[in-house]
């Protein structure tokens, strides 16, 4: 169940960050595309220039932006997979101990029957500490 849990919450993330990754390339196209038609409109090279270095520096600063975005999701999804994983081997590590001590009270049962001669189909239905 963990490892399904586990993956689901992956599938998730890569979703979105794929998500996140398309929506930013589309960003860039897009400034591409507008850095085109302004280029285009402007014949002096000088203008061309600055709206060039303009242009490059906030492609620069979207790449940095993404960057770090991604440096945070990563973060914050190993801090959910944490405070996760805590509570449910906690739940997994209680339950492993009731299992054994459950199978500690059949364990004894059955050598105490052993002990008695009792078989264990004369002792079905009743209590463990109670005697026929």
Same mark, same amino acid.
């Given at each position: 169940m963990k490892k399904a849990f586990? +993956?689901?919450?992956?599938? !998730?993330?890569?979703? %979105?960050? !794929?998500?996140?990754?398309?929506?930013?390339? +589309?960003?860039?196209g897009e400034v591409q595309k507008q850095y085109k038609k302004v280029v285009d409109k402007v014949d002096p090279q000088q203008a061309k220039t600055e709206i060039q270095e303009t242009l490059t520096d906030m492609g620069r600063r979207i790449q940095e932006t993404g960057e770090e975005l991604e440096r945070t999701v990563e973060d914050r999804v190993l801090t959910v997979i944490t405070r996760l994983k805590d509570p449910i081997m906690e739940e997994l590590d209680n339950l492993r101990k009731q299992a054994e001590s459950i199978g500690?009270?059949?364990?004894?049962?059955?050598?105490?029957?052993?002990?008695? %001669? +009792?078989? =264990?189909?004369?002792?079905?239905?009743?209590?463990? %500490?109670?005697? =026929?």
């Amino acid at each position: 169940m963990k490892k399904a849990f586990q +993956d689901s919450i992956q599938e !998730a993330l890569k979703k %979105g960050w !794929a998500d996140f990754t398309s929506t930013l390339t +589309d960003m860039e196209g897009e400034v591409q595309k507008q850095y085109k038609k302004v280029v285009d409109k402007v014949d002096p090279q000088q203008a061309k220039t600055e709206i060039q270095e303009t242009l490059t520096d906030m492609g620069r600063r979207i790449q940095e932006t993404g960057e770090e975005l991604e440096r945070t999701v990563e973060d914050r999804v190993l801090t959910v997979i944490t405070r996760l994983k805590d509570p449910i081997m906690e739940e997994l590590d209680n339950l492993r101990k009731q299992a054994e001590s459950i199978g500690s009270r059949i364990e004894s049962q059955v050598r105490r029957n052993k002990d008695n %001669g +009792d078989g =264990a189909d004369e002792d079905e239905g009743q209590d463990p %500490g109670s005697s =026929a």
